[in-house]
């Protein structure tokens, strides 16, 4: 069973208790068994209730980002539980990791984490409906069953009772052992693995107060947070005066801040009656920010430094398989390239906003955040208060990405609340959420490979050059010894050297998978093409006929990405018919966040270097269940569109130490009618289900990069993709 770690000697632990108002409330968590019997089982938090008119509540553990575990996890529990989806009414949890372990989203973990374990939670509610029933009939429990419409049944006396007139008993009915408990046969599933609509669709379709920009409070005044555009950077000077003078303005005032990017900065906060009042506070602060040692950097600056530290001798060597001086010397073809990828904001289309309420020396906060319990910490850290006097109500987000991960609006919009002593919403512009972001980080690489006289890849050298501090890399600008192909090439050289940064980084979507899968994907096959091999031949002949490569968290199912490799040619007929002039098809696989997959995208190309993605063909294997197929489509389709409008499109550009891009005119995110038709396919495997919300991403760049080149013969070496360069 996969279990949440939190901590040495951890086992499941349940509880039963009476709802308010009678029925039943079902606690479950991982926790040690000593600590809740110290405290009685009084902090843990319910899963399941069952109210006497048969409507089952359930709580919905993690934050909902748009990526559909408020739906998909309380599916789970409610097909063990045998109730219909009807009858199920879903809330969302607040933190409190001593009742659910660790509350995030991110790392497309929410299924491989929970997928037994929230099954089991479901099974237990309702073998304890089926005891209290048995108890009530005096029979044997053995003989009663349950129906899949919220009911227990005796059928030997023709006796039928609702979840909602057995709740109440349960509270005397002793859980079961989870691990005990006989889960369902996927043959007999009723919810898991059929279309559910998201549960929020009703009120986000008709603009019901769901997100965190539409939390209100009584009293709440309106905030806004100016920073410097060097990172970091310290006030200098503000006219808080000509602040305050404009009305609505309640209060200016300088926060000194720190220097770790990740938390509270310096800046200058403007509280206001209204957002507006504030805004235009803070239009006349006339702030001037002191000088910055990163405020000459650029991107310039980081590629001609990468092309100097690449010429040189790499900082450090990561894997060195065979020997691949001799084997390029002897090798029948060679290629060499250079690659490069920018930086990238995740631009959610709702900003980034925090309200936050200091009373009494307690702070309770209503964030959308991805990740609340770190968010915490950071605000018991940076104000001295205890964490357990901290309450975070998890919020919808309009999107993340990744880039709620990091708290650094919840700690402003806390400083702020204690500051003015009124709860205070804090909501950044959209120009501070694209030039204060946690960007993806900018890379090179510069590559070298051989082929022998038979085609077989037989060498491959990778020079990375990153950014960081001495040997350590930056937030998620780091490639893994076992990047593929490394495992697959028998002489393999992977060396990484880094430069300095002060420019916040941190997960996009797909992280580090986003940008390597470009790099990997397409050297891949320039090589392809070098050898004369068909690139999908030459990507199967690559992957061999080995099962599994590495074991443990570096393995690496070979037969599973061969799978999806022939599944995405077959779907797109690869190689069997003639294409138009300047029309091109282009492939590219990855494995990443669990999951396998391989994408064939086709694409035309104008003779004014117009780029038009016609249609994109996935083949997926993320084990044996989809749980909920609306959902799945959803992430996978919304991968592709997200993949193909960072090619074309984006990049977050630095000069004297600071990002140039701030809104969509000048980082466009691809419209409706430029998405592409999209077909996925779903290969069913002897594996336990894994998640989606990245893994369709990275594949889809490298093989629309693959696409251009097959239209045109230019090869794509650097993003987002220059169509001057494509002109007939």
Known sequence: MTQIETGANRRQFLTASAAAGGGLMLSFSIAAKAEAQSRGAQSLNAYVTVAPDGIVTIVAKNPEVGQGVKTMLPMMIAEELDVPWEKVRVEQADNDPKAFGRQFAG??????????????????????????????WNCPTGECTTDSKGAVLHKASNRTASYGS???????????DPKSVTLKDPKDYKIIGKAKAQYDTPKIVTGAPLFGIDIRRPGMLYATYEKAPVFGA????????????????????????????????????VVGDSWWAARKGRDRLNTKWAAHPTSSQSSAGFAKRAAELAAGAPQRNVRNDGNVDQALAGAAKTVEAAYAYPFLSHAPLEPQNCTAEFKDGKMEIWAPTQNPEPGRQLVAQTLGLKPEDITIH???????????????????AAWIARETGAPVK???????DMKHDFYRPAGFHYLKGGVDQSGKLVAWQDHFVTFGEGTQVAN????????????????????????????PTGPLRAPGANALAFVMQSFIDELAHAAGKDPVAFRLALLGDQKMVGEGAAAYNAERMRGVVQAAADMSGWGKAKLPARTGMGTAFHFSHLG?????????????????????????????????????????????????????????????????????????????NDAPKIEVKFLKTAYPPTGLGEPALPPVIPALTNAIFAATGKRIRSLPVDTNLLKA
């Open 107 to 136: 790392g497309s973990m929410a299924t491989p984490l929970h997928w037994e374990e929230l099954r089991r939670v479901g099974a237990v509610a309702r073998v304890m409906l089926i005891q209290a029933a048995a108890q009530a």
């Open 166 to 176: 057995l709740a109440s008993a349960c509270a005397g009915v002793t859980p079961p």
């Open 234 to 269: 310290k006030v200098a000077s503000a006219d808080l005066a000509a602040a305050q003078g404009v009305k609505g303005v309640r209060k200016a005032f300088v926060v000194e801040g720190g220097t770790n990017l990740s938390g509270l900065l310096p800046g200058v906060a």
């Open 394 to 412: 998890m919020i919808r987000g309009g999107g993340g990405f990744g880039r709620r991960l990091s708290n650094d609006y919840m700690v402003e």
């Open 426 to 432: 804090l909501l950044w512009t959209r120009e501070d």
């Open 476 to 503: 998620s600008a780091g490639m893994s010894n076992n990047e593929f192909p490394a495992r697959f090439v028998p002489n393999c050289k992977l060396d990484v050297s880094v430069m300095p940064l002060g420019v």
């Open 596 to 672: 396998y997959f391989s994408e064939v995208v086709q694409v035309r190309v104008a003779n004014d270097g117009a780029i038009k993605v016609e249609k994109v063909w996935v083949a997926a294997d993320v084990g044996g269940q989809i749980i909920n197929p609306s959902g799945a489509m959803n992430q996978v389709e919304g991968s592709v569109i997200d993949g193909i409008s960072e090619a074309l499109h984006q990049q977050i550009t630095i000069e004297n130490g600071a990002a140039v891009q701030g809104n969509f005119n000048d980082y466009p995110l691809i419209r409706i």
